[in-house]
């Protein structure tokens, strides 16, 4: 997939540009070897999704539980992960000659099994059987990112350049699929569907089609399948491949991806601070999955989307535009050390100053061209106005007009659709259509105005992208001075401050042992199959 190719209107220092990615670099070593040294409940639990294991123990008083949750943490109260989940639980699939993952976890339940780390010929035993697995679990990917390949070629991408994205949210994934089969009727391009409100903070994946999210429904492996089925037959239906999005953070960061590369999902929400910025969920755990789920996306072919446009809802979108900046840097190096090339990191940033602010949209333009011009081989993705907006939904429509037009004078690559009633209401139908008319409106009246827009050299434009960048690079030195993890605990990024020891999850991060395994790291370093 390529970007909008466009010659530099900017004229920034390449060495000033080569500063802040030298420092981000540094910033991120410490945060990155942290990553390489623990692991996390998560990222066992995902192997074993990898390894094969699905299905939950519906018997258990407080509801279903993921047999993965099962196993991983039997085997945390036996013999504790620092050496990995798969060595024990391939050597008691052996030991008790079990045919499946599922009848391990049954028996884990009943309290019919006991785990050991093995040792000698029984742990080259279970390396050797569990890797095996795993890599049956990722040819799957494999396969899901060539079938992608083989449908983008067949159907085509959309024509034109930025994608349109649309939300769906109704809490039930049946009534999801007929929104967003209409929504690509419509013109959409990519389908995002939102979690239920606090999934990011179950520590589990839930089991099967829901039908009662909050707000948004639930992130499942079956309502993944049943939204990316639908929308294969949509794709045929209009003529292009319709992309299907979802979120891949919170405490089952690295599982949802896993789900995600087995169910041909096309892009996931995933970002490097948003759960611990804005879910409290704790920075050595976020780090960790981060890291995990990176290599999986980069594996699946997946597009991640990262989320700095949230820091502009809770810090001014004009002292805070070098901390967006800021962390693009950060989140394109943790990609890249993950294995995620420029074409599947979709940087976030936002259409989020006052429009009250004099020349706001000016300096709208400069930030925007700013990210363009600092990653132009990423699919960047531009986020609307949600801070501003209020219930005069005739000044939204016009706000959203302007975000449009943006996002099409500066190159951008994804698009997410305005909604005029953002924070008044829950959209309805209507609004989704309108919503999509004002898109298709400016893209088409003025979708390649790009190529005559010149900022003046010496106007406020180019000014204010240098200067953002010149404050990006001083912040990037004290981060490095101090620590990325000291520097998110003072409240650099959104005004919100996450101590490196607390948040949510913090019991289930793991420091490796000198024996830990994981055939999962193993197989996606090596880029390998088998």
């Not at 080259?124 to 992608?148: C, E, F, H, I």
């Not at 389908?191 to 009662?212: C, F, K, M, N, W």
């Amino acid at each position: 997939m390529s970007v909008h190719s466009r010659p530099p209107l900017l004229d920034l220092d390449s060495a000033v540009v080569a500063t802040a990615r030298h420092l981000a670099a540094k910033a991120a070593a410490p945060v990155v070897e942290i990553a390489r040294s623990h692991t996390t409940v998560s990222v066992e639990r995902a192997t074993l999704r990898l390894a094969g294991i699905t299905g939950a123990d519906s018997t258990h008083r407080a509801g279903d539980v993921p047999w993965v949750n099962r196993v991983v943490d039997t085997v945390a109260e036996h013999c504790g992960l620092q050496d990995g989940v798969c060595g024990p639980v391939f050597h008691a699939l052996a030991e008790h000659n079990l045919g499946s993952l599922t009848e391990l976890a049954e028996a884990t339940a009943a309290g019919q099994v006991t785990y050991r780390v093995p040792t000698g010929k029984d742990a080259t035993r279970a390396a050797k059987a569990s890797r095996a697995a795993v890599a049956k679990g990722l040819r799957t990917v494999d396969r899901n990112r060539a079938q992608r390949d083989k449908l983008v070629a067949k159907l085509g991408d959309p024509p034109r350049r930025p994608w349109i994205y649309l939300i769906v949210a109704t809490g039930d994934i049946d009534e999801d699929v007929v929104q967003a089969a209409n929504a690509a009727r419509a013109g959409a391009d990519i389908i995002a569907v939102i979690r239920s409100t606090g999934q990011s903070l179950l520590d589990y994946v839930p089991e099967g089609a829901t039908h009662h999210g909050f707000a948004g429904t639930y992130a499942t492996q079956e309502n993944f399948r049943i939204m990316r089925a639908a929308m294969d037959e949509v794709s045929k239906e209009v003529g292009r491949y319709v992309r299907v999005t979802n979120y891949a953070s919170g405490l089952c960061m690295p599982e949802i991806a896993v789900l995600a590369g087995l169910q041909r999902l096309d892009m996931m929400l995933n970002d490097s601070m948003y759960g611990i910025l804005f879910r409290d969920i704790n920075p050595i755990r976020t780090f960790v999955d981060q890291r995990f789920s990176r290599q999986v996306h980069a594996r699946a072919g997946i597009i991640i989307n990262t989320g700095e446009d949230n820091y502009l809802t809770t810090a001014d979108a004009v002292d805070a535009a070098h901390t967006v900046t800021v962390s693009q840097l950060l989140n394109e190096h943790f990609a890249h050390e993950a294995g995620l090339p420029d074409e599947l990191l979709g940087l976030g940033h936002a259409f989020e100053i006052n429009p009250k602010v004099p020349e706001s949209f000016r300096l709208e333009l400069a930030h925007a061209l700013l990210a363009r011009e600092l990653f132009p081989d990423a699919p960047l993705k531009w986020m609307p106005p949600t801070k501003h907006m209020t219930g005069d939904v005739f000044n939204g429509y016009l706000l959203d007009g302007f975000f449009n037009l943006a996002g099409a004078l500066t190159g951008q690559s994804i698009l997410l659709v305005g909604m005029m009633t953002e924070a008044v209401v829950t959209p309805f139908l209507s609004d989704r259509d309108l919503a999509l008319a004002n898109v298709r409106y400016v893209l088409e009246a003025a979708g390649n105005l790009a190529e005559d827009f010149r900022p003046a050299p010496d106007g406020l434009i180019v000014k204010r992208a240098h200067q953002v960048l010149g404050e990006a690079v001083d912040l990037l030195g004290r981060v490095v001075d101090d620590g990325l993890l000291n520097a998110i605990a003072e409240g650099t990024f959104g005004l919100m401050k996450r101590p490196p020891d607390q948040g949510k999850g913090v019991a289930g991060v793991i420091a490796k042992g000198e024996g830990y395994r994981n055939p999962a790291t193993d197989l996606l370093d090596e880029g390998a199959t088998k």
